[in-house]
């Protein structure tokens, strides 16, 4: 299995409190990603970043912040979560470019009372 | 814009009959494609991907898929259901630069013993 570990695991917060979610990989790839994963939406891209400092907005990145200031970490904060923000997100990793194969992580499940 | 569309959000088998997963897909150029497999509380796992080789891709487990551009679809089709592939199967496809990715809502699969 690709290294990739994604912390807490699991994390319940209220309304208007900042969160801060962690990917960490061992494989030492270039593309990071961040997904949100709700019942029938399948997964949608929140940010992504392809090296150091490098990061651009997914489909649905209004509401999150990211940062990568080493290859190993990728870091999504919530500013200020809300209850929309309720959801599983899955870092994932990819050698290159969109030809290669994603890793996923196990998945973060955020409750935001 | 690019949009992949899961034609059916269940698909029921019994063990042992074939399996087909419909997926469309519109682009105004010439995507990568993967199917992905996420089984009850847990991360995605590649099954196959299509990036612009042959149009006929075989993956892990007995799955394959076709490319049919004309039909833009890719199409997930496994000869004999194995109780072990219940789970919930993605479709993919990467924007223009392939810096980016697109899921469809996902189709989960029941086998019948």
């Known amino acids: 299995d690709a290294g990739i570990t994604q912390s807490p695991r699991h994390k319940v917060t209220e309304t208007g409190t900042p969160v801060t979610l962690r990917c960490h990989q061992t494989?030492?790839?270039?593309?990071m990603y961040w997904y949100r994963q709700d019942p029938g939406h399948g997964l949608r891209l929140i940010h992504y970043?392809?090296?150091?400092?490098?990061?651009d907005k997914g489909e649905v990145s209004d509401g999150y912040s990211v940062s990568r200031s080493k290859t190993e970490d990728f870091l999504l904060t919530l500013e200020s979560a809300t209850s929309s923000q309720t959801s599983v997100y899955f870092c994932?990793?990819?050698?290159?470019?969109?030809?290669?194969?994603?890793?996923f992580g196990p998945g973060t499940r955020l409750t935001v009372l | 814009a690019q949009s992949v569309t899961q034609l059916d959000s269940h698909v029921s088998v019994s063990e042992g009959t074939p399996v087909l997963l419909r997926c469309n897909y519109s682009?105004?150029?010439?995507?990568?494609l993967f199917w992905y497999v996420q089984h009850p509380n847990k991360g995605l796992q590649l099954l196959l991907k299509y990036t612009s080789a042959a149009t006929l891709v075989k993956g892990i487990n007995g799955f394959e898929a076709e490319f049919k551009k004309s039909e833009t679809s890719f199409h997930l089709t496994k000869p004999s259901a194995h109780m072990s592939d219940a789970a919930e199967y993605f479709c993919v496809v990467s924007d223009r630069n392939f810096n980016k990715f697109y899921f469809g809502s996902g189709t989960k699969l029941n086998v019948k013993p």
């Open positions: 494989e030492n790839h270039r593309y």
């Open positions: 682009s105004s150029y010439s995507p990568s």
């Open positions: 970043s392809y090296g150091v400092k490098d990061t």
């Open positions: 994932a990793i990819s050698e290159s470019t969109g030809r290669d194969e994603q890793f």
